[in-house]
């Protein structure tokens, strides 16, 4: 069967800060972070900031996945890459994410520090790039608070204190919290697979609620030349329209 084109992205990326050092971008969920070989032409968001305004100097010191909006920082000159570098390296960047989640909690506030590593191929895993709890991880810190409660969902607040692959996706996953609209750690085990044999199908995207994982990076700080900065991204659109479409639908 041949795979069909992936969803043309919804908008395009947005300055919401511009330093002399950096910019602060809201990127748009499927646009990728930066260009990478592919077998389908994916638009990214450095390619395009380097486009419109002229810089060619742009990097991205962290990457969001291409289905995750929000927060995005590109340096501006190679002195504020390596900036960034040391500031990422040295765990001194906050990251808080808002996310879409099947289920309530019994806790307003959790600390979940479990270990991520690869699940591996074999019983109910198919997915070679599945991160799970395990025993031989790598230390993975992840700070939850409940948001909001609507219809059998949350909206939590994470907070990832290290930066692991998939952390917050796998440690949702991990306290029975799948998040709406991940083909990975979400409730459909058979979602990715069908993804990338078919792409994303109407019928894949009723299947789980959202084309992409409801994962939005809502808050970036750092210290930058003795100031505090600290910059939000309000909820994208399209998790904001899927949690008010909730409000008619009775208690959690």
């Given amino acids: 069967m041949t795979r069909a084109p992936l969803l043309p992205p919804p908008g395009k990326p947005r300055v919401i800060v511009e330093h002399p050092d950096f910019y602060v971008v809201h990127k748009p969920a499927l646009w990728l972070t930066h260009p990478v070989r592919a077998r389908i032409d994916v638009p990214d968001v450095l390619t395009y900031m380097q486009t419109e305004t002229g810089e060619p100097d742009l990097a991205p010191p962290h990457r969001l996945d291409r289905e995750t909006s929000g927060a995005q920082i590109l340096s501006r000159d190679s002195d504020a890459a390596r900036r960034f570098f040391t500031l990422f390296k040295t765990h001194l960047v906050g990251k808080?994410?808002?996310?879409?989640v099947h289920g309530?909690?019994?806790w307003e506030r959790y600390t979940l520090d479990a270990p991520l590593g690869d699940l591996g191929l074999g019983g109910a895993n198919r997915v070679t790039i599945r991160q799970a709890v395990v025993p031989d991880g790598r230390a993975a810190v992840t700070d939850f608070q409940v948001v909001d409660r609507r219809a059998g969902h949350s909206l939590i607040e994470a907070y990832p204190r290290s930066g692991r692959l998939h952390q917050?996706?796998?440690h949702l996953h991990?306290?029975?919290?799948?998040?709406?609209?991940d083909k990975i750690y979400g409730r459909d085990p058979q979602a990715f697979l069908d993804f990338m044999e078919t792409g994303q199908t109407p019928a894949l995207t009723e299947r789980l609620g959202l084309p992409r994982q409801a994962l939005h990076a809502a808050r970036i700080a750092f210290s930058w030349d003795g100031a505090q900065m600290s910059v939000e991204v309000p909820l994208a659109r399209d998790l904001q329209a899927y949690w008010d479409s909730l409000a008619g639908e009775g208690p959690p």
């Avoid at 808080?96 to 879409?100: D, G, H, N, S, V």
């Fill in 96 to 100: 808080t994410y808002l996310a879409i």
């Fill in 104 to 106: 309530n909690p019994t």
């Fill in 168 to 170: 917050i996706r796998a």
């Fill in 174 to 181: 991990h306290l029975g919290l799948p998040m709406v609209g």
